[in-house]
């Protein structure tokens, strides 16, 4: 029966794992990344990211990172992709698909559908000669060496390095761009980080019981 103490020692081994994958992807993607920031802001339309299972939460935070920096993007998801959504999709946007294997069903057809409509794909996936890879005029290895957990199964350093892909692409385009800290702010005005964006004191929740009148 593994202790607490063995379960600590696991945590801190997976994020020295998921840094080190991320510090290795980081080199590995560079060539490629160049071709890939390129290719988002030759299109005059959206970023739209998809996946499925874990990829597609992946792909649903870097929509929502891109958007919120200045480019325009969109989630979608890649099952719902084969029933209607694929509509969301014009030829002035670019894609970025996700799948590790490179070769998910759902994400694979989404590409092929895009390609006949003549949406660019950027692919991110470990597998350059998968079938998602065949589709893309981009791909960015998210090739990992191993995965953070006991079992070496779960999607954890390559989900953390691919999530790591999605926040540089994010950070070159709105370098790029010239994103300011007002139109940061413009996107932001709710919440703790929207009131110190916009030099606005945060609403006091009261901290006492409410009264209930019978």
Do not use: Y
């Amino acid at each position: 029966m593994a202790t607490l103490a063995d379960a600590i020692s696991a945590a801190h081994a997976a994020m020295l794992v998921e840094s080190r994958s991320i510090a290795r992807t980081a080199d590995r993607v560079q060539p490629a990344l160049a071709e890939a920031i390129t290719l988002i802001r030759a299109s005059s339309g959206r970023v739209l990211v998809s996946g499925l299972g874990k990829s597609g939460h992946i792909a649903h935070k870097i929509a929502a990172t891109l958007a919120s920096t200045g480019t325009p993007a969109q989630f979608v998801h890649a099952g719902e992709a084969l029933h209607g959504d694929s509509g969301a999709a014009t030829a002035a946007d670019v894609a970025i698909l996700i799948s590790n294997s490179g070769e998910t069903a759902e994400v694979c057809q989404f590409a092929h559908m895009l390609t006949g409509w003549d949406v660019p794909i950027i692919a991110m996936t470990r597998n350059p000669d998968s079938p998602l890879a065949f589709f893309a005029r981009v791909v960015l290895d998210i090739s990992v060496d191993g995965e953070a957990d006991p079992l070496g199964l779960a999607p954890t350093a390559s989900t953390a390095s691919t999530l790591a892909v999605g926040d540089a692409l994010a950070i070159a385009l709105m370098t790029l761009s010239g994103f300011t800290p007002a139109q940061f702010a413009e996107r932001h005005p709710g919440g703790a980080l929207g009131h110190q964006l916009l030099g606005a004191a945060p609403r006091q929740v009261s901290s006492a019981p409410r009264q209930v009148t019978p």
